[in-house]
T-cell receptor
Framework: EAGVAQSPRYKIIEKRQSVAFWCNPI?????LYWYQQILGQGPKLLIQ????????DSQLPKDRFSAERLKGVDSTLKIQPAKLEDSAVYLC????????????????FGPGTRLTVL | EDQVTQSPEALRLQEGESSSLNCSYT??????LFWYRQDPGKGPEFLFT???AGEEKEKERLKATLTKKESFLHITAPKPEDSATYLC??????????FGAGTTVTVRA
């Protein structure tokens, strides 16, 4: 079974430029997540989708970050304009559903996109 | 406030030297405790899910256990290929996954 795909793997931009990341989840997975992982820290949730609807985006800096999941499959995360502090790895994850019983369903991660903002 | 704390931050082991990693949490309404392995330059790789206190799961040289306040990841007779960062994450009542900062394990041959 193919895993979560992400592109590009690496991106270097100047501050104030814009950038977009793409994610293709595991086939059939209804729930998709975007995380930000700063060096030396655990991943931090930015936004989660159930099919093509937003479940939670409370930690997404909406003045500069946006995300969409068209047709409930692929997703894109955009940053415009980028700041130095946005340098991080952006991880996409998917799960078959939000809950498995009363617990969260297992999330499977892609390889991530390493963003460097100069 | 929900919190997840992992210790130690780093662990250096000799091949064959067993040890344990700790993940302590203060969470209301735990919706699962997850362990992941992350290699440099890669995304987290799922290892285990634990649902209730007293539960244990094993995979090769790894064994995860869960109590009401913490989880342990035991590494038995580690090999160099077990070198990685191990992340603990807890499922919260608001349907989010909250990660600890991880424990970086280095196993020397």
């Amino acid at each position: 079974e193919a895993g979560v795909a992400q592109s590009p793997r690496y991106k270097i931009i100047e501050k104030r430029q814009s950038v977009a990341f793409w994610c293709n989840p595991i086939s059939g997975h209804a729930t998709l997540y975007w995380y930000q992982q700063i060096l030396g820290q655990g991943p931090k949730l930015l936004i989660q989708f159930q099919n093509n609807g937003v479940v939670d985006d409370s930690q997404l800096p909406k003045d500069r970050f946006s995300a969409e999941r068209l047709k409930g499959v692929d997703s894109t995360l955009k940053i415009q304009p980028a700041k130095l502090e946005d340098s991080a790895v952006y991880l996409c994850a998917s799960s078959a559903r939000l809950l498995a019983g009363t617990s969260l369903d297992t999330q499977y991660f892609g390889p991530g996109t390493r963003l460097t903002v100069l | 406030e929900d919190q997840v704390t992992q210790s130690p931050e780093a662990l250096r082991l000799q091949e064959g030297e067993s040890s344990s990693l700790n993940c302590s949490y203060t969470v209301s309404g735990l919706r699962g405790l997850f362990w992941y392995r992350q290699d440099p330059g890669k995304g987290p790789e799922f290892l285990f899910t634990l649902y209730s206190a007293g539960e244990e799961k094993e995979k090769e040289r790894l064994k995860a256990t869960l109590t009401k306040k913490e989880s342990f990841l035991h590494i038995t007779a580690p090999k160099p290929e077990d070198s990685a960062t191990y992340l603990c994450a807890v499922g919260l009542g608001d349907y989010k996954l909250s990660f600890g900062a991880g424990t970086t394990v280095t196993v020397r041959a």
